[in-house]
């Protein structure tokens, strides 16, 4: 039985997940800026326990939260830790009430972080903001009881054997909460199921197969050999990705994900 899920963002239902951006908290002091955050943190908390609960009324099965669910957490200049804000215990219980009514009504939560979580930069600045965002997920993923914080494998940066290495050596540092969690997808330009499956199977790193992506790169394998061996990279219910796109397979640019499925895009399995 498939189950399936929601990603994010409600356009009609009165379901929303703020935001806040660094130029603006810096017109205020230290501590307003906390009592701002908090604000935002315990509301964007409460919102997801609100899109749960929308799940579990229509029979969702899945949702996938939003990766600003905690703005600006490790900013450079602004970044905090949950804990130091004036609603800590009730934000980080507001979550945790998430994660029970998950498990008690079977809906599954995941990740799935911003482009710009990059583990196979060249750049070590970037490969430390990576990690950094990726760990403060997985703080949250574990009050959620979220299984996978799913990313894409990033650049190719002229010599994709080295990517991918350096891909590798990054995984291998990190902390248990990410790794267990971690999960690679395949994109659309740069990195197809055949491209990464040997990294997951190496690493034992599921795979999440996005079929929209590989039928905008193919790479050889049929949607069902790739899902096939997608599916044996997971210990646990394997999660794919489907969408379609926008303006049409014969537009010219199918990337562009349209706001709904066409039926005629699910794969016949």
Not at 86 to 114: E, S, V
């Amino acid at each position: 039985m498939i189950r399936f899920g929601l990603c994010c963002i409600f356009k009609e239902e009165p379901i929303r997940f703020g935001r806040a951006t660094a130029g603006f908290l810096l017109k205020f002091s230290p501590a307003e800026r906390r009592e701002r955050l908090s604000k935002i943190c315990l509301a964007n908390a409460q919102s997801l326990f609100r899109a749960l609960a929308f799940c579990r009324q229509n029979g969702i099965g899945c949702f996938r939260i939003n990766s600003q669910i905690l703005p600006l957490k490790t900013h450079p200049d602004l970044g905090y830790e949950v804990s130091d804000l004036p609603d800590a215990k009730t934000i980080m219980d507001t979550f945790k009430a998430c994660g029970r009514f998950g498990r008690d009504h079977d809906i599954r939560t995941t990740f799935h972080p911003d482009q710009f979580i990059v583990l196979s930069s060249p750049h070590a600045d970037v490969v430390a903001r990576s990690v950094a965002d990726l760990e403060y997920q997985a703080e949250v993923a574990g009050w959620v009881n979220a299984d996978a914080i799913n990313i894409h494998a990033g650049g190719v940066y002229g010599d994709k054997a080295s990517a991918l290495m350096r891909l590798r050596e990054t995984v291998e540092m990190l902390s248990d909460p990410v790794r267990k969690r971690l999960t690679l997808e395949n994109d659309d330009k740069s990195y197809s199921p055949r491209d990464l499956l040997p990294v997951c199977e190496d690493m034992q790193i599921p795979l999440t197969y996005d079929v929209h992506h590989h039928r905008c790169l193919k790479d050889g394998l049929t949607l069902e050999q790739a899902t096939a061996q997608a599916a044996a990279t997971w210990n646990r219910e394997p999660l794919f990705h489907l969408s379609s796109p926008e303006k049409g397979w014969e537009s010219g640019a199918p990337r562009h994900h349209h706001d709904y499925i066409d039926i005629r895009d699910l794969p016949k399995l």
